[in-house]
């Protein structure tokens, strides 16, 4: 599967974004799916994940409450809404997608889209 990533852009703190994530490529519905950030000098940061079953999510504690994974499997794809963006935030962000089941726990995925930047000023 080939994932593409779009949707990232600048935006004041406080704002909201919403990240996209399209997948090509069959059964893309049994994939777990997740999307992790980076910044320069640190390593990525897992943000949050979506189960292929039972429409389990998972989010990392700095941002939860603040951001929403959802999919829409008619569509191949993945959204990240982000709402009261902070600064520490900004990142480039990346889906990512695999079929075993404990991706859904490690957030280690096989197929990593290319990338959006999110960037959110004070």
């Known amino acids: 599967v080939q994932l593409q990533a779009f949707g990232g852009g600048l935006v004041q703190a406080g704002g909201s974004l919403r990240l996209s994530c399209l997948a090509s490529?069959?059964?893309?519905?049994?994939?777990?799916v997740g999307w992790v950030r980076q910044t320069p000098g640190k390593e990525r940061e897992f943000v949050a994940a979506?189960?292929?079953?039972?429409?389990?999510?998972t989010y990392a504690d700095s941002v939860k409450g603040r951001f929403t994974i959802s999919r829409d499997n008619a569509k191949n794809t993945v959204y990240l809404q982000m709402n009261n963006l902070k600064p520490e935030d900004t990142a480039v962000y990346y889906c990512?997608?695999?079929?075993?089941?404990?991706?859904?726990?490690?957030?280690?995925?096989?197929?990593w889209g290319q990338g959006t930047e999110v960037t959110v000023s004070s």
């Open positions: 979506f189960g292929w079953t039972g429409g389990r999510t």
């Open positions: 490529g069959r059964s893309f519905s049994l994939y777990n």
């Open positions: 990512g997608a695999a079929l075993s089941a404990a991706s859904y726990y490690s957030h280690e995925y096989d197929y």
